[in-house]
């Protein structure tokens, strides 16, 4: 099968029994935060955070769910975005020091330098499994499908259809996995030049404020993608071994000097 059609094959499997992006995207999700930096366009069909030196925004979904798959198109800040973050997440509404959390979030970078996809997975409030990737597509040209899937047996983060991690549950080892906790779906635009641009080094520049993002055609259901909701079939590790060999720039499990006594032991786990 050639890439096209791989991906094509994929694209597909996503879509049977889930939902279909119908009416307005404020019927899904709300503004959250950002004293009218967050708005929905007039027809219905685009929510717009923006940033500046005074306030980010952020929005939430109307619903919690207990897994699910959700797809939201974005596009990201253009031209420098250092020092932005654009998120994407879920995260459990109980007490913090248990919370469950699957995060997407969107690194700014200077012009003509590439976004780092940032994700992790937060399970019983522990975390520190992150995993960073770059784009195959300039993200702020034009909108892109992201995706969460979340079930019994793991989660699934894509990109364009395209699966780039796989978290299993190993809860039966004693690896924490989120399975009990409903959770809601949270967007945000804020500023962490702190850390954000490699490591904090490169500042966000006020004088391009305000800085925009948009999302659209959200889409979430409570039932899985057909051949996803187990594991993956042969085309859809073919197409993440694709992504991560070619675009996966940081993995805990392979951070030596983190972990010097050893990886986590889900990082021997296949």
Request: hydrophobic content about 35%.
């Amino acid at each position: 099968m050639g890439w096209a059609a791989l991906v094509v094959a994929i694209v597909l499997g996503l879509c049977v029994g889930g939902a279909l992006a119908t009416g307005r995207i404020d019927e899904g999700l709300e503004v959250m935060w950002g004293d009218g930096r967050g708005s929905v366009s007039p027809d219905g069909n685009v929510m717009t955070l923006s940033l500046d030196r005074t306030s980010g925004s952020g929005w939430r979904s109307r619903n919690t769910y207990l897994f699910a798959r959700v797809d939201l198109q974005i596009k990201l800040v253009a031209n420098n975005s250092a020092g932005t973050v654009t998120t994407c997440y879920l995260m459990s509404e109980g007490e913090w020091d248990i919370h469950d959390e699957v995060d997407l979030e969107f690194l700014g970078n200077v012009t003509g330098q590439p976004y780092t996809l940032h994700t992790n997975v937060f399970a019983n409030g522990t975390g520190g499994k992150e995993q960073q990737f770059h784009l195959w597509f300039d993200p702020t040209t034009d909108f892109h499908t992201y995706s969460i899937v979340w079930t019994s047996q793991h989660i699934l983060v894509l990109v364009d259809g395209t699966p780039i991690r796989e978290v299993k549950n190993h809860a039966d080892k004693g690896i924490p996995y989120p399975s009990w906790q409903r959770m809601r779906l949270y967007g945000s635009l804020w500023n962490a030049d702190d850390w954000a641009t490699q490591g904090g080094r490169v500042k966000t520049d006020w004088s391009q404020a305000p800085f925009v993002a948009q999302y659209r055609n959200f889409t979430a259901s409570s039932s899985a993608p057909v051949g996803y909701d187990q594991e993956m079939d042969a085309n859809a590790q073919q197409a993440m071994r694709w992504a991560r060999d070619n675009y996966m720039v940081y993995d805990y499990c392979a951070d030596g000097k983190r972990f010097t006594q050893g990886f986590p032991p889900e990082c021997y786990m296949p």
